[in-house]
């Protein structure tokens, strides 16, 4: 499918939502949905296109998040400020970190990216007097919707979390589907196929894991930071391990090796609990072996099964 | 063209090359072959860089060979590594464009016209997974995107491995053509009597060393290589 149809369609189903939807809870719903998916577009980057693992970037979530709260809080920045400063903050970080954990391959390479992350989500917890330790913090508004009222627009928040998130989203799939079909992208995709055979075309291949690991940090940075932002509060959970875990689990969902798989596997697994809440005591079980029953018999993931199928029934 | 010096290369504390000498000059086939384990492999992933090399020294076009693995292919040193390697989950088509990453991407589309013309099977499947296909035709794919960065010197590494004496015959047979059109090869072979029969120039390898050396033609019938490779 071409990049132009894709962000149609996406761009299209996040415009249309909202005529299906019963009541505003929604909106918060569909909100939280763009911004996960956000992050999976950046693991997805990482772990699909360059074949790099990492169980620690909810800490780049964290960072951003608390970018947005401490920036207004202490260096009196502009939430939005705060959300570009945590962006390059979880860049540079990345950039840092990076370069010596991404020599390590496959479990070693997970186990330290989860140290970095717990790292993190520690420094978020102790630092009571900067973050308010474990019981969080309150963040400031954006002040966009104060602005859009004195136009004379008035829109209510959830609405307009839904707007903005949706159209970072699609700003952020616009890019990462730009980075695909790329040389930049095509490199990436050589070194997880073969690290020798991608250095003797003469790919750096050091570089490139770094270039996918800093890009998949920013994506997750400002995912967290738009989760703060719109929730006005935030607690070190965001950064936390079963966060990170949670993203993995999205992307491999939905079909690491594809950006609508992304979106498609962080809508699933945002959207399901909140179904299965009906279920009550039995919503993880039911979480849990949908997980296992999908990963057994569409090991690529979601959106690329289906898909697969649709074209094979199409001719 | 390639000079190696003494060369030495380590596996942790043991070394398995213990200085090799050898000489590539322009436009000629020259084979390195040996049983398992003589490091053949080794020697070849030493001159593209990928293994680290602890003495000696590689002289390419007139100067030491120091650049990193990645920057040797725009150098014109191009390595088919063992094994194939190709990028299964690409299609055949962006396997031979990532041929051309090193150098400019003028002239690519001439080149893979080229390449096509090479291999008639590739175009045909230019769109499809290169994991499907088959192991002679992943082997003509290795070959083509080597040959896509435009290298002055091609190292070969065990283009025969796993294939058919027909597809082997095959893939020579393209060696010989593009020797013929003033390519410069360095191949390391296992099927000896293959490759001798191909090569202008032979190195004979054994646990890490280069044992005889000469012209290829005289090897075949050295009986020597005769009774420890030939095995007639």
Known sequence: ?315 | MLTVEGLKSCYGRIEVLHGVDLEVAEGEIVTVVGANGAGKTTLLRCLSGIQPVSGGRVIFRGAPLTAAAHGRAALGLTQSPEGRQIFTNLSVEENLRLGAYSRSSRGVRSDMAESYAMFPILEEKRHLPAGGLSGGQQQMLAIARALMARPSCLLLDEPSMGLAPLLTKQIFDTLKTLRDRGMTILLVEQNARAALGLADRAYVMETGQVIISGMARNLLTDPRIRDAYLGT
């Not at chain 1, 999205?250 to 498609?264: D, H």
């Open chain 1, 1 to 315: 499918m071409s990049k132009w149809l894709q962000l149609a369609i996406l761009a299209a189903l996040i415009a249309a939502l909202p005529l299906l939807f019963p009541s505003g809870y929604y909106y918060r719903i569909g909100a939280l949905v763009f911004v996960n998916a956000l992050a999976v577009i950046g693991l997805a980057i990482l772990i699909g296109q360059a074949g790099q693992i990492s169980l620690g970037h909810a800490g780049f979530a964290g960072i951003g998040a608390y970018s947005c709260a401490l920036g207004p809080e202490w260096l009196g920045l502009h939430p939005a400020l705060s959300l570009l400063a945590g962006a390059a903050l979880s860049g540079v970080t990345a950039l840092l970190i990076g370069r010596p954990i991404l020599r390590l391959r496959g479990y070693y390479l997970a186990v330290a990216t989860l140290g970095f992350g717990i790292l993190v989500a520690m420094v978020i917890q102790n630092e009571r007097a900067l973050t308010g330790g474990p019981d969080g913090m309150a963040v400031a508004e954006l002040g966009l919707r104060d602005l859009l009222r004195d136009l004379g627009w008035r829109i209510g928040g959830g609405e307009f979390w839904y707007a903005v998130s949706g159209i970072v989203l699609i700003l952020g799939a616009w890019i990462a589907l730009n980075i695909f079909d790329s040389p930049t992208g095509r490199a990436m995709r050589a070194l997880h196929g073969s690290e020798v055979a991608a250095r003797t075309v003469g790919i750096d291949v050091a570089s490139y894991k770094l270039k996918a690991f800093v890009i998949s940090a920013v994506y997750a940075s400002v995912s967290g930071s738009l989760l703060a932002l719109q929730n006005r509060y935030i607690t070190p959970d965001v950064a936390g391990f079963l966060h990170s875990i949670e993203l993995v689990t999205m992307t491999v969902l939905g079909g690491a090796g594809s950006i609508m798989g992304a979106v498609f596997g962080a809508a699933i697994l945002t959207i399901l609990p909140q179904v299965l809440t009906a279920l009550a005591d039995y919503e993880q079980l039911v979480l849990g072996a949908i997980m296992i029953v999908v990963m057994i018999f569409m090991p690529q993931g979601l959106l690329p099964y289906i898909s697969r199928r649709l074209r094979r029934t199409g001719k």
